[in-house]
């Protein structure tokens, strides 16, 4: 009788358990193609880190905004109206209103877009615009953004032009890593938005619980918004090639007076240290009575960790709330931040972990006179791996809503204290450990 052909796969069953046999060639070679893909998602940046940060002679706030602007390829604006808008209920009235009224444009992109109420509502809303003739234009990320596709046919029937940033594809593959992580909405080149907020039902409401989001938002009128549209032209055009560019997408300014003097920084992975990264560390060593964050992934690096441990010791209060592990979508993250509290609060930080709902926001104040928000996340990943957008506002009056907005928070935060913290039981340190292993993908 002849031999038999020899099978590759040969799935058998002992004991109630399926096994596939294999020829050892076919398993190394399944192992180094898994192996390539780990080391291509794993390693969105090809660059050797600086050892430290360091700065020398860095000066106050107000000597080091010139410095902060010319580091973070960016300038200062002065002259805009800059309003504060807290959560669901604050923001999302005032940026469907804007596109209402729309006459030319309107450009939105988002990392988050979940099919849901809002998500529904928005997309009624910019069909009709595109129906009136206005030029609408939708950047999704291609991994936050998926479910897009519930709406994306009905859109581009109606004629608004969506693209997604770094879709799930073979080609996408050594890059897919880099997501898109910035929250932008331009109408007409005049109003501006920036924030935390993604599409999504969480972050409707007014954080009154686990499925309301607590989240903060700027709205802009002013010089500055032509730098929030560069940001947006800037992914735009690496997926779609088209270059936004004229007097519809860039007007002449209006005369708009207002009392705040914006800073844009947007930063994409070049190899270098990202201009957000320097911001933020800039920020903290100008800083001479008060540093205040807000963050939902706070992961300090060891160059972080030297500004705030030099802010403490030039006796400035350090204030930082996160949400709590029952609070936060990631506990996995929360643990790895856990890893730095004994550090910080051994130095003095006070930190307070919000447990009412998901505390969104990025948000950073310095003295009471300088304010950051945007996307940005204070870890390795929104520093070194993702698109990110913040804009730095020199206005009293901002920061000041900023800070009452952060003690109103405290209502809903527990603070932690170094005696308790060093007294959690073992398996909670353990969490902690090895969560923080993977810090600079988190």
């Known amino acids: 009788m002849a031999n038999s052909k020899p099978r590759t796969f040969e799935v058998s069953t002992s004991e109630g358990t399926s096994f596939v046999r294999m020829p050892v060639a076919v398993a190394v070679s399944v192992l180094l193609v898994l192996g390539l893909l780990s080391l291509l998602l794993w390693s969105a940046k090809w660059k050797q880190d600086p050892d430290t ?90 991994s936050g953004g998926r479910e897009i596709r519930e709406v994306e046919d009905e859109l581009t029937r109606a004629g608004v032009k969506v693209a997604k940033f770094h879709p799930i594809r073979f080609s996408n593959l050594a890059r897919y890593n880099n997501r898109d992580h910035r929250k932008l909405m331009i109408i007409d080149g005049r109003i501006g938005y920036i924030a935390g907020h993604g599409i999504g039902d969480e972050w409707t409401g007014n954080a009154e619980g686990k499925k309301n989001y607590r989240d903060t938002g700027l709205r802009i009128q002013g010089s500055a918004v032509k730098r929030l549209q560069g940001a947006f032209c800037e992914n735009w055009i690496e997926e779609t090639g088209e270059i936004i560019a004229g007097e519809k997408f860039f007007p002449a300014s209006d005369p708009v007076t207002g009392a705040s003097t914006v800073h844009v920084v947007y930063a994409s992975p070049t190899g270098s240290v990202s201009s957000v990264q320097i911001l933020y560390y800039l920020a903290i060593m100008a800083a001479r009575r008060e540093v205040i964050i807000q963050n939902p992934y706070l992961l300090p690096d060891d160059d972080a960790l030297r500004a705030i441990d030099s802010a403490i010791s030039r006796g400035v209060k350090v204030w930082i709330m996160v949400p709590s592990v029952k609070a936060t979508d990631n506990a996995i993250v929360q643990h790895a931040s856990h890893h730095r509290f004994g550090h910080l609060l051994k130095r003095g930080v006070r930190i307070w972990e919000y447990d009412k709902t998901l505390l969104h926001q990025k948000i950073m104040i310095i003295d009471g006179t300088w304010s950051s928000v945007g996307s940005t996340n204070f870890d390795s990943r929104s520093f070194e791996i993702n698109d990110e957008v913040n804009v730095g506002v020199v206005d009293p009056a901002v920061a000041a809503q900023l800070r009452a907005a952060f003690f109103d928070d405290l209502k809903f935060a527990r603070e932690r204290k170094l005696p308790e913290w060093k007294g959690r039981p073992f398996f909670h340190k353990l969490q902690d450990g090895l969560a923080y292993l993977a810090n600079e993908q988190l």
């Open 53 to 142: 940060l360091t700065v020398t002679d860095a000066g106050d706030l107000k000597t080091l905004l010139p410095s902060i602007a010319g580091l973070t390829q960016g300038h200062l604006d002065p002259g805009n109206r800059v309003e504060v808008l807290q959560n669901g209920d604050g923001f999302f009235p005032r940026l469907f209103a804007d596109i209402e009224a729309a006459r030319e444009t309107v450009h939105i992109e988002t990392f988050i877009w979940w099919d849901g109420e809002l998500a529904r509502q928005l997309t009624a809303l910019l069909v009709r615009k595109a129906g009136q003739g206005v030029d609408v234009r939708l950047l999704v990320d291609g």
